[in-house]
């Protein structure tokens, strides 16, 4: 596709407790960079429950919401920011399906995850989104989409 056209956009991206538990960091990274993707910041964190409950707070009315927030807080999550033409889309397609199950062969999940819950990354689905948690951990970056 003709890259002129897409816009440069920021994503926020997060390897879950799993694949850094895993050793999965480096292997998972390649991915989004040999698709185009350049890591504009990056922090190695462990969220704290208070931390996981405001990040995910758009879940909080879900049956599943207890267990994502135990489960993002088990142990240390790296966390960054992508850029590049249309990054947001560009990211999920590489993430594949919140499912590993119906992730397609060669997507992150399909590859790296063993559940919906440990599913390796989580990736902003939306320009909104992508604002909220880019400034969630990073405050000091500007976000633009030119
Ligand atoms: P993520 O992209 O981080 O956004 C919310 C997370 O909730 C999702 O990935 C899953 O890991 C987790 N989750 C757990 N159970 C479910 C479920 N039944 N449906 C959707 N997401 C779920």
Sequence with gaps: MNNSKLKKQQTLSILKPDAVSK????????????????????RLLQLSKKEAEQFYSIHNNRVFFNDLVNFMISGPIFVQVLEGFDAIQKNRDLMGDTDPKKAI?????FDFSDSI????????????????????FFPEINIYNS
């Design 117 to 136: 819950e440990a599913n390796a990354v989580h990736g902003s689905d939306s320009l909104e989104t992508a604002k909220f948690e880019i400034s969630f």
């Design 105 to 109: 062969p060669g997507s992150i999940r």
């Design 23 to 42: 050793r999965k960091i480096g292997q998972i990274l390649s991915r989004f960079e040999d698709a185009g993707l350049k890591i504009i910041a990056a």
